[in-house]
């Protein structure tokens, strides 16, 4: 493994997200990055296409990009193209990039090799746990979102682009995305620690529940 283009890139991810909201920042590539090496212990991969995949993971992310779901790939590409990384694997990096994702649960790409299920899992445990609600809620101020309207129910059923369009409450995204991911883990760690940090989610959510309804 070359150490070098893992060191260049982090540099190169640090500064291209210096000014990202806080919940897509260096800090959740970082995040990731780290879940990824913890999970590939206990997985037969290839730690460099891991690790590569999940630093650029979120390099231009199409949420803050118009929509633009090829943006990442394209951004992810150029950047290792100018450091002579081969082609035949920047395509499988780009590959992981697109198929891991979540887009309401439908995403029409698929990726099947066991480091997209590392790097999917990897940014699937950093949007559940305490991590998760901190983004979760910190992504709904920079969208100008209501915490909570109990008259707005969640939608369990939307296209792809009805949950990119959404507009909802943010405790509506725990409903939506952030309690479905634990069965949706790849990889036995993956499994194991979503568990943990969905009990937690579940006991957050009660409390916000009671809290709200002036309970003691």
Known sequence: MSSSIIQITMDFVKTALRNSEGG???????????NAMLISKEEDCD???????????????SKFHGGDEEIGPKTATNWLLSQNYPQVR????????????????????????IECQVVQDADRLD???????????????????????????????????????????????????????????N?????RIAQERHEFMGKFLNQFYREWNGEK
């Open 90 to 113: 920047i395509d499988r990096i780009t590959s992981i990039i697109r198929a891991i994702s979540f887009k309401g649960g439908v995403n029409e790409f698929v990726d099947q090799s």
């Open 127 to 185: 949007a559940i746990g305490a991590i998760g609600i901190a983004r979760t809620f910190n992504y709904g101020g920079f969208k100008n979102r209501a915490l909570y309207d109990p008259a707005i129910a969640p939608n369990l059923n939307m296209t792809k682009e009805e949950y990119k369009k959404s507009t909802a409450p943010t405790i509506n995204h725990f409903y939506e995305k952030l309690l479905l991911l634990k069965d949706l883990m």
């Open 24 to 34: 897509h920042d260096w800090f959740h590539i970082e995040r990731v990055w780290k």
């Open 47 to 61: 730690m460099e296409l891991v690790q590569l995949a999940a630093l650029l993971h979120d390099i231009a992310d």
């Open 187 to 191: 990889t036995a760690t993956g499994r």
